[in-house]
């Protein structure tokens, strides 16, 4: 595909279940974002990976939170036993680095919802 | 710390007129400045970018932003507003210690809605 893909995009969790987030990123592109956006809020980062390594996990809220790119290409952001506050919409972005210039390309996100 | 101010909530214009939405910053060192626009149940899709040069940035859809330092501000204009035009729409600021680790950690601000009525 052309863009960044994501799925699902939407996903109802009940209190304390587990959740697994995909991300597809643009072919090719060595860094891959993930933010959290809340209602009414601009996206927060959470982590990012440069191929499969995972140089920056500084936004990830808590330790229920774990992100995965074990091939350098797909990601899955897992949550586990989720609870009301992480209800948001997680966006993934995907780029090419360029010395720290390049631009960020954004998936759909995902729509948590979590009773 | 590094920070976007976007004042308004949300920008009233007219179909034709010029619109205006304001981001302001604050970040150590040159400042990278970004704006994106949301369009409901979609991803942000990235309008223009500020590196360095010339202070008056094109982007797509005919949008342009003009940075100024001395009032460390990123105005996004656009001179004729289309109904089209109406989404949310965000700025955003390049995290300077990202950028020693090669990679671009935006902060963005908390979004205008912007409205343009036929």
């Known amino acids: 595909g052309a863009g960044v893909s994501q799925s699902p995009r939407y996903k109802v969790a009940k209190r304390g279940q587990d959740v697994a987030l995909r991300c597809d990123p643009i072919?090719?592109?060595?860094?891959l974002f993930w933010y959290q956006q809340a209602l009414g809020q601009g996206p927060e980062f959470l982590t990012y990976?440069?191929?499969?390594?995972?140089?920056?996990k500084s936004g990830l809220p808590s330790d229920r939170f774990f992100a995965e790119r074990p091939e350098g290409s797909v990601s899955t952001l897992k949550i586990q036993r989720t609870q009301q506050e992480d209800s948001a919409v997680y966006l993934c972005?995907?780029?090419?680095?360029?010395?720290?210039?390049?631009?960020?390309?954004f998936g759909p996100g995902t729509r948590l919802t979590v009773l | 710390a590094q920070s976007v101010a976007q004042p308004e909530d949300q920008v009233n214009v007219a179909e034709g007129n010029p619109l205006t939405v304001k981001c302001t910053y604050s970040?150590?060192?040159?400042?990278?400045l970004f704006w994106y626009v949301q369009y409901p149940n979609r991803g942000l899709q990235f309008l223009l970018k500020?590196?360095?040069?010339?202070?008056l940035v094109k982007g797509s859809y005919g949008f342009e932003a003009e940075f100024n330092k001395s009032q460390t501000s990123f105005h996004l204009k656009k001179p004729s507003a289309l109904v089209s035009d109406s989404a949310l729409y965000f700025c955003?600021?390049?995290?300077?210690?990202?950028?020693?680790?090669?990679?671009?950690?935006?902060?963005f601000g908390a979004g205008t809605r912007l409205a343009v009525h036929p």
């Open positions: 955003a600021v390049r995290e300077p210690h990202s950028f020693s680790g090669g990679y671009n950690k935006l902060i």
């Open positions: 970040v150590s060192g040159n400042p990278y």
């Open positions: 500020y590196i360095t040069g010339d202070n």
């Open positions: 972005a995907s780029s090419l680095p360029l010395g720290g210039t390049d631009t960020q390309y």
């Open positions: 072919s090719g592109h060595v860094s």
């Open positions: 990976f440069q191929n499969e390594a995972q140089l920056d």
